[in-house]
């Protein structure tokens, strides 16, 4: 692990991100609205195909789905980035599709194409979708948490997650990605009560899902809604804001005062009121969000996370080292968790993952 400085701070065990004469969890302290000097860092997809150690794990299995439901392989994948970078987070290796999975729709795992699911474009087949086998199918994914949660750092914090519900809907009704998300967000307009079928029943499932990540061990969790920037204003409100809003309120009820993240990409102008009200504890920002912007408008609401640009991380050097101190001197004023403003991409030299998270070590120098 690399020298934390000044963003380190010994508590007693009344401290629940604590235990006796352990430092406290940086990014639990940040989530609580602290300030530090040194920002903590976990990036999203820090698990994944630019790391050697993972390529030769995924070799192992047959499928993509087969790696997210071995207990054994997925803690593996999990504690990777920590063990090599020293992250102050892991972060479950798993899929946002794994809710869909669990409520039964088909979902399988093509090389070079992605996601590709069975899909459902009307009322009836909801209908077919059911929580009654959810817990059974992903109940690997449990034990996954709770492995982690039994070999992490003292000082590390472990995130859960799931995608939102509007991002795991588009996918389960487009079939897979899409570029426009049209089919989707044409049930949503023209059947608004048949499509809140589906997005009722993502949601009661993906509070299940939280909760058993919770309870196995997850001191965190972010939502992922990847495509929340494809909606305008109400609908992203109905479909966006509400769902998070029923999901936080839900989790708080078994763990009061549990940190949630929050990533609505692409929200823009609809950032403040998603921050503001969806019951979510810290914002994720994506890259095309101005740190002096965030930090006007969002970072006074609460902690805020991001944003570099992913393809900085592979450019490395001066560019990223600019671009970083950009971040620290803007949102470091603030409660404020450094990362990534979408998930590493394939190509990412090792090596500039390295140079970060050793940058972020030190104190940032005066310009």
Request: aromatic share 8%; charged share 20%.
């Amino acid at each position: 692990m690399g020298n934390l400085g000044e963003g380190r701070a010994t508590v007693m065990s009344g401290d629940p991100a604590a235990t006796p004469e352990v430092p406290a969890k940086l990014l639990l302290r940040a989530l609580s609205g602290e300030t530090l000097s040194l920002p903590p860092v976990w990036l999203m997809r820090q698990a994944g195909r630019y790391l050697p150690e993972y390529r030769a794990l995924r070799q192992r299995v047959p499928g993509f789905l087969d790696l997210c439901f071995t207990p054994e392989l997925a803690c593996e994948a999990t504690m990777q980035p920590v063990r090599r970078f020293g992250m102050d987070a892991a972060i479950l290796f798993s899929d946002i599709l794994v809710v869909a999975h669990g409520l039964g729709q088909k979902v399988e795992f093509r090389e070079g194409e992605g996601p590709v699911l069975a899909p459902i474009r009307s009322s009836a087949g909801v209908r077919e979708l059911s929580l009654d086998a959810f817990a059974a199918r992903v109940t690997p994914v449990y034990e996954t948490v709770a492995r982690v949660a039994t070999l992490l750092p003292a000082e590390t914090t472990l995130i859960g997650f799931a995608g939102a519900p509007w991002t795991v809907a588009s996918y389960m009704v487009e079939g897979g990605g899409s570029r426009d998300f049209a089919m989707v967000r044409r049930w949503a307009y023209t059947d608004p009560a048949g499509f809140g079928e589906l997005i009722d029943r993502v949601t009661d499932a993906t509070i299940t899902y939280l909760r058993g990540q919770v309870a196995a061990g997850a001191e965190v969790v972010q939502l992922f809604d990847s495509w929340a920037g494809v909606l305008p204003e109400a609908a992203f409100r109905r479909w966006v804001i509400a769902p998070t809003r029923r999901i936080t309120a839900a989790l708080r009820e078994t763990r009061p005062g549990l940190p949630i993240i929050g990533f609505p990409r692409g929200a823009g102008l609809m950032y403040r009121a998603y921050f503001s009200e969806s019951g979510v504890s810290a914002l994720g920002l994506d890259s095309t969000v101005p740190p002096s912007i965030a930090r006007k408008t969002l970072q006074s609401i609460g902690p805020v996370q991001g944003n570099l640009d992913p393809l900085l991380l592979v450019a490395g050097g001066e560019a990223m080292a600019s671009a970083v101190a950009v971040l620290r001197r803007a949102l470091g004023e603030g409660p404020f968790i450094f990362n990534l403003g979408h998930g590493i991409v394939p190509e990412t030299p090792v090596e500039h993952v390295a140079e970060l998270v050793t940058s972020l070590r030190r104190p940032l120098e005066t310009p």
